[in-house]
């Protein structure tokens, strides 16, 4: 034996059951405690992501975009679509009173592509009037999008030679974009012209499908809005929908506070259960503390009457715990990442809202958060048991278990 | 070093019939000398570990004061008196106090490990143990002694650090004639090496090595023996 200190490491090997107890306790609030954090955390990313790609006031679909894909789904969730408008109601839009920018979108759904698993939304726009994907897309890529160029995103794969194949063509990725937690990761971007090819490509190899009847070089899937200062984005979408038939057009902040809800919901959810789970923990862990106090009375008593201090039997407590504490937390953290990990994607499916996990860096200084939170509960519990024991007198504490 | 008490008592609260306290030790002077060996003798329940218990510093008194060599130990700060027990009071407590986690021997070098190097004091521990009888156990678990084997164990730990005070609460309890008498003689002789040596008992043995012999009743004590 070195010194006094020696006891709390001979305590643990000397009672593992009761050691693994009080971790266990540790790595459930350390798990509760990250595994919240990090959703709520992705979620809260997810949306400003989401937010800073959409750009827009207004957003106009076909009636028909109805059971299929909306711009939310094939935003948030990926789902494809194919619906149209005319570039009749398109020019209708612009006409608008109030409407100050507009910018279409097509939307191409490829068949099964080199690239993917799973069919990819290809989403055409204007690089001349767009305000809403380029500002995006320029965080990744400065150049200048020529014919039969591609962006995608960051979930689909980029081959080794830089060439993917959409409908017997192929097209040269110019660029992938950052990761952005929604449904937009799995896309492929390209300016008009390219698109119109591949919807010509594809009309030819679908016999004309889904393409009847629709003029695809004026056609349109969304029209995206900006409104003139001075007028009511409100009073705008109403006047749109009134006069432009066979389009739904949607305010863009009505589309984000729906999502801004749901998130706010979740979140406050999540953070209410990861609550509960801390003060369940904290509760059993200061029950379970008092238990092993009292259990130790004659412990701390004997070492009180060979001539320790109440300081040096705190620090004797405060490590024997902190080493229980920092095990369990380590495991729970562990666990956290373990099932965060593989689960990531289906939270994403499952919350149907935007996610965005965070960067390595703030992982990792969540973990140290929980960390520590844990810690300081697994140190103030003991302690304020300990504290409580050694409160009286020695000689009181010995006769009472003698 | 001389251990004194002056004008100590020890008042209890407890619901009783008439009174809601009772005074385990009246108030009463005593001291330990270097050199002597003492025994308390008297009935249970009649405040002879009450009174220990306050000599050594592990309870403090209602009234009076306890001295060593000329220090109130009762003035002195929790970490202070903690430090002053460790290197000068060796204290046996009454009942079985062996700390289960450690071995006999790591629970007899514990004193020696609070305020310094437990390694120094090793082969001292050894030679205790075996005065003690009980070497050939020091790396067994102390949950695995008889209750005599613990008497003689936590009699080594008091002894570890060479205290030049001795406070004994019924350390011959558990032990059979033989190793009582051994016990009884190691204090004997400790107290002629010039330690102050209390020992609280029942032992009728023991008073024949006592050079002073005090009775307690119902918290009263008076000398009976002044050799």
Known sequence: MKSALSLPFKNIARKPFRAAATAALAALLSFAIFAGAFTVMSLQRGLSAYKARLGADIVVVPNSAKGHGTVDDILLQGITGTYYMSGKDVKKIASTKGVEKVTKQFFLTSAKASCCSSRVQIIGFDPETDFSVMSWISESFSGEIKDGDIIIGADVSLPADGIIKFYGESYRVAAQLGKTGTGLDSAVYTNMATVEKMAENAANILDGEPFKGIDIETAASAVLIKVSDGFDIEAVTDDINIHVTKVQATPAKTMISGISEGLSGVSKMIGALVAVIWVLAVVIMAVAFALISNERRKEFAVLRVMGASRGMLFSIMALESALVSLVGALAGLLCALGVLAPLTDSLKESLSLPFFTPDAGVVVLLGAGALLLSLLSGLVTSCVSACRITRGETALLLREDA | ?227
């Open chain 2, 1 to 227: 070093m001389k251990l004194t008490a002056e004008s100590i008592s020890r008042i209890f609260f407890r619901n009783g019939k008439n009174t809601n306290f009772f005074s385990a030790v009246e108030e009463t002077d005593f001291s330990l000398e270097p050199g002597k060996l003492t025994e308390i003798v008297g009935r249970s329940g009649s405040g002879k570990t009450t009174l220990s218990n306050m000599l050594a510093g592990l309870l403090a008194p209602t009234s009076g004061r306890v001295l060593l060599d000329g220090r109130d130990i009762y003035a002195l700060s929790d970490p202070e008196r903690s430090k002053l027990r460790n290197e000068h009071i060796g204290v046996v407590p009454q009942g079985q106090t062996g700390l289960q986690s450690l071995t006999v021997l790591e629970n007899v070098l514990m004193p020696a490990a609070m305020y310094g190097s437990a390694a120094s004091k090793e082969k001292r521990a050894h030679e205790l143990l075996s005065e003690m009888e009980i070497d050939d156990l020091c790396d067994v678990y102390s949950n695995e002694l008889s209750g005599g084997e613990l008497r003689r164990m936590a009699i080594a730990r008091a002894l570890i650090n060479d205290p030049k005070v001795i406070i004994a609460d019924e350390p011959t309890s558990d032990l059979d004639d033989d190793t009582t008498q051994k016990v009884l003689k190691l204090f004997r002789r400790l107290a002629d090496d010039g330690a102050a040596v209390l020992i609280v008992t029942h032992e009728r043995e023991a008073l024949r090595y006592a050079d002073l012999v005090y009775k307690m009743d119902k918290g009263v004590l008076s000398l009976q023996k002044n050799i």
